[in-house]
């Protein structure tokens, strides 16, 4: 039975439910799991259900005696160790701080592979590219195993610090889009390309679609739902210029945002300051199975992020059979094709997001006489987009069956020659 660590850098995680799918996923196939994280979660973080008896192992707090241990690690192998030092330290184009972090994290590595000692893991894989990768890496070397990622968004398009000894270190690299795939083969050409392997997320698709709402539409104030993390990356405070200019425009409407994170107190700012308490509203947390009803009451589902991966949200939305508007980035239009199963518009343009929203609310208060409108053709394609191409249950069996065939032991032996089930430097620290 192969045994595998899965780390992630904060677990569990309500807006990463696909750790703990694929961690069910692989136990379903008689692989034993160790989940890890980094960190432990934060205030703004709604822990999942676990799947029973599953063991999280936290790397923090640290614990000072298995930190010594940890040094004592690399210093026992240190032939294994001197290549990713020196490209920590000496190599690339990092910062002097982003260098020190490194280093941290590398003795953040030997501190994994020492909690993973005597637990008999073959591969370690770990979701995001951010420092937690490193962590992986660095512990997979020192127990001489191998190790994979899962590259997203962010973690590859804005934050792809030290990717190059991440990707060249790795088995192989799982990412959620083809573009994130093509990007990864252009920046990095020494990689083989086969390394490199498109494994899509996907959602449940309810049986029925949301009810077409006709009833009064001309009169009916036009609805918007955004739903997601309250941080930076996300662009909110865009939502919130763009609910001005509909006001001011007249548009008679109000504005949903369903989410909690560090931005929610700048926002709330933001909404008093131009006055659009009577349109725009903060919900915080929205547990996932209360989203079915937000999705179907509202006429427009909006993104409005600065950076994105291939976003769950889009998902659940056309999946209930929502209208969607996103900006024309990253692997969004592999989901969203223009007018067919929603609608895009070009990033961090205002004006273009706002002429979206006039349109679409004609397109909306326009239907009511329609038998079949347009938007209902948009609705069918858009459910049967996510049910074809990210629906949960067929990608999560063939990301099991993929991650079986590129993770299971291919020989006996490491890239350094060693047994991959002695561990024996490990055993004497």
């Known amino acids: 039975m192969l045994t595998v660590a899965y780390l992630a850098n904060q677990f569990p995680s309500a807006v990463e439910p696909y750790v703990i799918e694929e961690i069910e996923a692989l136990s379903r196939r008689g692989v034993q799991v160790i989940a890890g994280s980094v960190r ?33 690690l690399i210093v026992k192998r240190w032939q294994f160790m001197a290549d990713l030092v020196s490209r920590a330290l000496l190599r690339g184009k990092e910062s002097p701080r982003r260098r020190l972090k490194a280093l941290l994290h590398t003795w953040l590595g030997a501190y994994y592979a020492v909690l993973l000692q005597k637990r008999g893991v073959e591969h370690i894989h770990v979701h995001h590219g951010y420092f937690g990768s490193w962590i992986a890496m660095v512990a997979a070397r020192l127990m001489g195993i191998t190790y994979s990622l899962t590259l997203h968004g962010s973690d590859l398009l804005v934050n792809g610090t030290y990717l190059d ?21 252009a920046r990095f050409p020494g990689i083989d390309p086969p390394k490199i392997v498109v494994s899509r997320l996907g959602v449940t698709v309810p049986e029925r679609a949301a009810d077409v709402r006709r009833i009064d539409s001309a009169h009916r104030r036009f609805s918007l739902l955004s739903v997601g993390r309250l941080h930076a990356v996300k662009d909110h405070a865009f939502l919130v210029r763009a609910c001005a200019r509909l006001r001011d425009g007249g548009v008679d409407f109000t504005c949903a945002i369903a989410g909690d994170g560090p931005e929610r107190q700048r926002l709330a700012v933001l909404v008093q300051h131009n006055h659009l308490q009577a349109q725009v509203s903060l919900l915080g947390y929205v547990a996932r199975e209360q989203l079915d009803s937000l999705y179907r009451r509202a006429d427009l589902i909006v993104l409005t992020s600065h950076s994105e991966g291939l976003p769950l949200v889009l998902m659940e939305a056309m999946a209930r059979g929502g209208i969607v508007l996103a900006p024309a980035i990253t692997g969004i239009p592999e989901i969203v094709l223009p007018g067919k199963t929603g609608f895009l518009y070009a990033p961090d343009d205002l004006e273009d997001f706002v002429a979206r929203i006039y349109f679409l609310q004609e397109l909306v208060h326009g239907e009511g006489g329609y038998a079949t409108s347009r938007l209902d053709w948009i609705r069918h394609a858009a459910r049967l987009q996510v049910f074809h191409n990210f629906n949960r249950t067929k990608n999560l069996t063939q990301f099991g069956d993929r991650f079986l065939q590129l993770a299971a032991p291919h020989d006996p032996t490491t890239r350094d020659g060693s047994s991959r089930h002695e561990d024996l430097i490990l055993q004497q620290i």
């Open 40 to 72: 432990k979660p934060d205030e703004y973080s709604r822990s999942p259900v676990l799947p029973f008896g599953l063991e999280i192992l936290y790397l923090q707090p640290v614990r000072l005696l298995i930190l010594l241990r940890a040094l004592g």
């Open 165 to 185: 000894a991440k990707l060249k270190n790795c088995r192989f690299c799982l990412t959620i889009s083809e573009f994130n795939r093509d990007y990864i083969r």
